[in-house]
């Protein structure tokens, strides 16, 4: 299918103050601010980019409230969604514990055009603090466990694998074979692999890695 120039939608979900807006801020514009509030409902920006085959498309991503009060409405903010960034803060251990919850949320609630899972990395924010309070092992078994395409850790503050996670999930949303690995830090984990049609539980035990 072409997608030259389509609009792909985006869903960033995660819980409050991990820095989902500021993610989509630094990647669309490539800015940040320390003073940004927590989101009401949803909000979202459109970012023109070349893909790694040199087509260009529109990416519209949507900044989806962390808050409990609006899960109700997660299921009309995930409409004809093509991929999804779940977020979490390396200093949580709450929010990284509510990663189950937004997977769950998302697996029950949105399937690609074709039935499959919808393609979702899992981000592990706030790399530029220390000490993490969540760690690397943990966060690679909950990657397999909950078949996301991969994960990597970022640094919204420093602009660090912003753009690199965002170019990976846009390959596999447009079923392109993602770059070599060696374009990436050794704080990425991505995988290649396409999530299972059926929705049943396929928890091989592979690597999470290119």
Not at 44 to 59: D, R, Y
Not at 96 to 122: H, M, N, Y
Not at 152 to 180: A, Q
Request: aromatic residues 8%; glycine residues 6%; positive net charge.
């Amino acid at each position: 299918m072409d997608k030259d120039n389509d609009l792909i939608k985006i869903i960033v979900i995660g819980n409050t103050l991990v820095g989902k807006t500021s993610f989509i801020h630094r990647y669309v514009n490539n800015g940040f601010r320390p003073d940004y509030k927590s989101t009401i409902g949803v909000d979202f920006a459109i970012k023109q980019v070349q893909t790694s085959t040199n087509k260009t498309v529109k990416v519209q991503l949507w900044d989806i409230a962390g808050q409990e009060r609006f899960t109700y409405l997660t299921r009309a903010y995930y409409k004809d969604a093509a991929g999804c960034v779940l977020m979490f803060d390396l200093g949580s251990v709450a929010s990284f514990e509510s990663v189950r919850k937004w997977k769950a949320d998302l697996d029950a609630k949105v399937r690609t055009q074709s039935g499959t899972l919808l393609p979702c990395i899992l981000v592990a924010n706030k790399s530029d603090k220390s000490p993490a309070s969540v760690k690397d092992n943990d966060i690679q078994l909950m990657c397999e466990e909950l078949l996301f395409v991969g994960w990597t850790k970022t640094s919204v503050k420093e602009g660090h694998m912003i753009k690199e996670s965002m170019s990976y999930l846009l390959d596999i949303i447009l079923g392109i074979s993602p770059r070599s690995p060696s374009i990436y830090s050794n704080s990425i984990s991505l995988s290649a692999r396409t999530p299972p049609n059926d929705g049943a539980d396929h928890r091989e035990k592979k690597s999470c890695r290119c």
